[in-house]
Structures are given as structure tokens and as C-alpha cells.
């Protein structure tokens, strides 16, 4: 009977100790705004954060997130490269069909003396002034910065 007991005992243990994990798992997250930081050049690097982002995407849906993904300096040498890159352009492609918006530094294309027409697929509308300053207003406005 003793022995009953202690594993009946043991049983509600365990059972109590998981619920919490049984929880959050099943917990939906609360709306999202964030903001991705990209000024590097290395493309194993853009591509981890690329997959971040779809992560990102994925656990929240499109409707559970607003990302705005602000590249400059020499990130900005990806979009140039995508011009002509297939693969690159089906992964910027696939993270705006989902809903992630690209804003490219006004000030890195001055300094790379290229225009927006230049990039893969980006409008007037998707340039500000500074990629900086922009990360800090999406912040002032809520925006949780994110730089993997």
C-alpha cells in the first residue's frame, strides 16, 4: 500500500510539474510588431536571419506579426545581387509574400551611388532617409528590435 502511495505521489508530481510546459506551449502569443537590423555583408548570415524571420512568420502568422526588416551599409550588397541571383530573389520574394516589409537606407545608396532602381524588386516607398534613425522611431512606436 506504502509503496501505491509513494507512486501515486510520484505520478501527481510529475503531472503538476509538466503542466506549465503544457501550457505555454498551447498559449497563442500576443500580436507582435518587430523590427529585423541587417547591415551585414555575409550571406550565410542574411540567410539565417531570413530563416529567423520565417520562423518568426510560422509561430505567428501573418496576421500575429508586423515585420519591417531594415537593410543598410553592406547588406545592401545582397539586394544588388539579387538582381541577377534566382535563389535570392525567391527568398526575398517568399518573406514579402508573408508579409515582411523591406525599408532600404536612403543614405547607404547614396554612398554606394546607386539608385533604389538598382535593388531587387524595391520601390520609392520602401526607402527612408536613414536606416538608423528608422530602426529608433519603429522602436518609439513599439517595435521590439531584433539583430541576429
Do not use: W
Amino acid at each position: 500500500m506504502k509503496s501505491l502511495l509513494a507512486y501515486s505521489r510520484l505520478l501527481l508530481l510529475l503531472l503538476l510539474s509538466t503542466q506549465p510546459l503544457m501550457t505555454a506551449q498551447a498559449a497563442e502569443y500576443a500580436f507582435q510588431k518587430v523590427v529585423y537590423h541587417i547591415n551585414y555583408a555575409d550571406p550565410s548570415r542574411i540567410a539565417e536571419t531570413f530563416s529567423n524571420i520565417d520562423n518568426h512568420l510560422a509561430a505567428l502568422g501573418e496576421d500575429g506579426v508586423d515585420i519591417k526588416v531594415v537593410v543598410h551599409g553592406k547588406a545592401i550588397e545582397y539586394l544588388t545581387q539579387a538582381r541577377t541571383d534566382e535563389a535570392k530573389q525567391s527568398r526575398l520574394d517568399n518573406l514579402r509574400l508573408q508579409g515582411a516589409e523591406l525599408l532600404v537606407c536612403g543614405n547607404t545608396l547614396k554612398g554606394y551611388r546607386i539608385e533604389y532602381t538598382d535593388l531587387y524588386d524595391v520601390e520609392a516607398s520602401d526607402v527612408v532617409e536613414a536606416g538608423l534613425p528608422a530602426i529608433v522611431d519603429l522602436q518609439q512606436r513599439g517595435y521590439i528590435y531584433v539583430r541576429p
